[in-house]
């Protein structure tokens, strides 16, 4: 992936710190940032070492080439739309109406979580992923390309392009890939689907992305 350089990230919470973790074992730089200003990053910057640094949100998804959303869903309003135009976006949300409020249209199927952030960010290819894994099994589970058994995340988008890159950066940081559609078939990897949470490798991960049902 020589055109993707730097991973930005808006949200430093256990998913994003994860993926910022795997992403600098595969030699990216991360920009990471938060709701609470990268001051109160300088912790874990320090932590993850190297080719780690804060940043505002705007500044993650300037500098970043490719950039994960990882916030709670009701906050994605508060994305940077303008420095995220052209730019692959990987969402990791999830709803949940307890923390998120109700969402009508969420909760009559009319639309997913990846295609609210994709209809916030109109310029940008957002891709699904990260959703259906835990933090702590994402920084554990990677395996190299070719091992048997190899843990398989699913990966939705409606630009080709934009999802074989996420495919292919997936590959690097540990993990084969299923993709099974554009986002409006992102539903089949939500919570409460056969493939949300439990680890399966590639032909598991198909199976169950076939068997989800609405």
């Keep these: 992936m020589d055109e993707i350089k730097t991973i930005g990230t808006i949200g430093a919470g256990h998913i994003g710190t994860a993926v910022a973790k795997l992403a600098l074992a595969a030699g ?22 190297d080719g780690a640094s804060a940043d505002t949100a705007i500044g993650a998804a300037t500098r970043g080439d490719l950039v994960v959303v990882t916030i709670p869903l009701h906050a994605i309003d508060t994305v940077p739309v303008e420095p995220l135009a052209g730019k692959v976006v990987v ?11 109700q969402i009508a249209e969420l909760d009559d199927h009319s639309a997913t979580s990846a295609g609210l952030l994709q209809r916030h960010l109109p310029e940008s290819h957002v891709v ?31 630009d080709e392009d934009a999802v074989a890159l996420v495919r292919r950066w997936l590959d690097e940081l540990g993990y084969d890939s299923a993709n099974d559609g554009p986002l409006a078939e992102s539903w089949r990897i939500e919570p409460g689907t056969p493939g949300y949470g439990p680890r399966l490798d590639l032909a598991g991960l198909s199976t169950a992305l076939s068997d989800a049902t609405r």
């Design 28 to 49: 990216y730089d991360v920009v990471l940032s938060n709701s609470r200003g990268p001051e109160t990053l300088t912790d874990l910057v320090a932590e993850l070492g």
């Design 91 to 101: 969402d990791t949300n999830n709803y949940y109406p307890g923390r998120d409020g």
């Design 128 to 158: 699904k992923a990260f959703n259906h894994i835990q933090a702590a099994q994402l920084e554990a589970d990677g395996l190299p390309a070719g091992t048997p058994d190899r843990r398989a995340l699913a990966v939705f988008g409606d």
